[in-house]
C-alpha cells in the first residue's frame, strides 16, 4: 500500500523555538509538497518540490523554509516558530506521469501547536 | 490566478437522502478538476478528477460530479449518502501541473 509517513501526529513547541517537520514517502514520487490546514481557510501550499534539491515557494512561504536532499524525503522547517504557525500540516508526494496529473497522496498531518 | 469557491461550509444531510455540494472556480486558462475527501483524523484522498473528455465523472464509493465549463462549476453528487460519508470534502483546481489550488471545504454531516 502506498505510504506518506509524516514523523510526527502532535507536537507542542515554544515560541521561537526551531520545529522540523519530516515527511517520507515509498511511492518514488518525483513531486513534494508542504500544505498547511486551517478552518475556514482550507489547505494553502507552503512548499512544493519537483526534484531533489530543487524547491518552489508557494503560496504562504513565509516563516518556513524546506529541505529535499533525499527523493523520499521532504521536510519542512520552521525557522523560529511563532503562535500564528499553529496548525495542521500536510505533507503530500505525487507522480509525473501525465495520465496521473493532480493525484496527490496525503500523510496523516502533523498538528503543531506553538505556545 | 486560479482559484476555487465552496459555497457551502457544512451540508447537514439524512442518511439515504441525495446530496450536493457546490464547487465554482475561476481561471484564465484550462483547467483541470478535482474532489479530495478527508475524513476524521486522517489525511486527504482523490474522489475524482476532470482531466478532459466526458464531463460527467464517476469516482469512489459512489460519487460523481459534473464539468460545467459555461458556469465555471464542479458540483459533486451522491444519489444516496451513508454515515461513513461523513467527512469534510475539498473541491481543488490546477493548471497542467500538480500545484493545487484547494477551496475552503464543505463539512457533510450525515445523520440517521
Known amino acids: 500500500d502506498v505510504k506518506v509517513t509524516q514523523s510526527s501526529r502532535y507536537l507542542v513547541k515554544r515560541t521561537g523555538e526551531k520545529v522540523f517537520l519530516e515527511c517520507v514517502q515509498d511511492m518514488d514520487h518525483e513531486n513534494m509538497f508542504w500544505y498547511r490546514q486551517d478552518p475556514g481557510l482550507g489547505l494553502r501550499l507552503i512548499y512544493f518540490s519537483y526534484d531533489v534539491k530543487m524547491k518552489e515557494k508557494g503560496d504562504i512561504p513565509e516563516g518556513y523554509s524546506v529541505s529535499r536532499e533525499k527523493k523520499e524525503r521532504f521536510s519542512l522547517i520552521l525557522e523560529s516558530a511563532s503562535t500564528n504557525q499553529t496548525s495542521m500540516y500536510l505533507c503530500?508526494?505525487?507522480?509525473?506521469?501525465?495520465?496521473?496529473?493532480?493525484?496527490?497522496?496525503f500523510g496523516e498531518g502533523s498538528r503543531l501547536t506553538v505556545l | 490566478a486560479q482559484s476555487v469557491t465552496q459555497l457551502d461550509s457544512q451540508v447537514p444531510v439524512f442518511e439515504e437522502a441525495p446530496v450536493e455540494l457546490r464547487c465554482n472556480y475561476s481561471?484564465?486558462?484550462?483547467?483541470?478538476l478535482f474532489w479530495y475527501v478527508q475524513y476524521p483524523n486522517q489525511g486527504l484522498q482523490l474522489l475524482l478528477k476532470?482531466?478532459?473528455?466526458?464531463?460527467l465523472v464517476k469516482g469512489i464509493n459512489g460519487f460523481e460530479a459534473e464539468f460545467n465549463k459555461s458556469q465555471t462549476s464542479f458540483h459533486l453528487r451522491k444519489p444516496s449518502v451513508h454515515i461513513s460519508d461523513t467527512a469534510e470534502y475539498f473541491c481543488a483546481v490546477s493548471d497542467w501541473t500538480d500545484k493545487l489550488i484547494f477551496g475552503t471545504g464543505t463539512r457533510l454531516q450525515v445523520f440517521p
Open positions: 503530500a508526494s505525487s507522480s509525473r506521469l501525465a495520465g496521473e496529473v493532480g493525484e496527490l497522496f
Open positions: 481561471s484564465s486558462v484550462s483547467v483541470y
Open positions: 476532470y482531466l478532459s473528455g466526458s464531463t
